[in-house]
């Protein structure tokens, strides 16, 4: 049977399998093109987002909101999705069981969306995706190509809020992110 969007929703809405839905208000699926040549990936949703059932629209929504416009883009630009759909309590990480349950629904959203450039935001979300050991401060920025979709791992918006040393780091990211969509989508830019 054909995976749909609709599907997807429908199932990753009555999910149950870890302890995350009991306590959240919506469901955080996803937001952006469901077409697009580029996908973002988060760790999961904060309290905003929460409140909101979109991804990425507290504060480090606003300032990723910034880096794509840096190298022309936008949400119409790209999909974006996190590794979890709802809050972990307290924002703290999501817990390995957890990130497990949800794995199948990121799974279908990425078989579904067919990017050709995946960038991970934040160590949570590299590791999950890339390999479990990558470190973000010596990885990120590094390329990484599996079956025929490139990857790569930057600094998540909300750690650049938090420390802006690293802004000059992420921008470089973003310089060869920029470059690699000229190589590899240039129909982004048109």
């Keep these: 049977?054909?995976?749909?969007?609709?599907k997807l929703k429908r199932d990753c809405e009555r999910c149950e399998a870890c302890e995350l839905c009991r306590g959240r208000h919506n469901l955080v699926f996803?937001?952006?093109?469901?077409?697009?040549?580029?996908?973002?990936?988060?760790e999961g949703p904060g309290e905003q987002e929460d409140l909101q059932g979109r991804p990425f629209v507290g504060p480090a929504g606003k300032l990723l909101?910034?880096?794509?416009?840096?190298?022309?883009l936008d949400r119409t630009k790209v999909y974006i999705a996190n590794i979890v759909k709802c809050r972990p309590p307290h924002n703290r990480d999501p817990l390995p069981a957890e990130?497990?349950?949800?794995?199948?629904?990121?799974?279908r959203q990425i078989a579904l969306v067919r990017p050709r450039i995946i960038v991970c935001l934040g160590r949570i979300a590299a590791q999950g995706i890339m390999k479990a050991d990558l470190r973000i401060t010596r990885e990120h920025g590094v390329w990484y190509e599996h079956d025929g979709c490139m990857y790569m791992a930057t600094?998540?918006?909300?750690?650049?809020?938090?420390?802006?040393?690293?802004?000059?780091?992420?921008?470089?990211?973003?310089?060869?992110?920029?470059q690699q969509i000229r190589e590899m989508c240039p129909e982004v830019y048109d």
């Design 1 to 6: 049977m054909e995976d749909s969007w609709r």
């Design 30 to 42: 996803a937001d952006g093109n469901e077409e697009a040549k580029i996908m973002f990936v988060g």
């Design 65 to 72: 909101d910034l880096m794509l416009e840096l190298i022309d």
């Design 99 to 107: 990130q497990e349950a949800c794995s199948p629904f990121l799974a």
């Design 155 to 178: 600094y998540h918006p909300s750690a650049l809020l938090r420390d802006e040393s690293k802004r000059p780091e992420a921008f470089e990211d973003l310089v060869k992110l920029r």
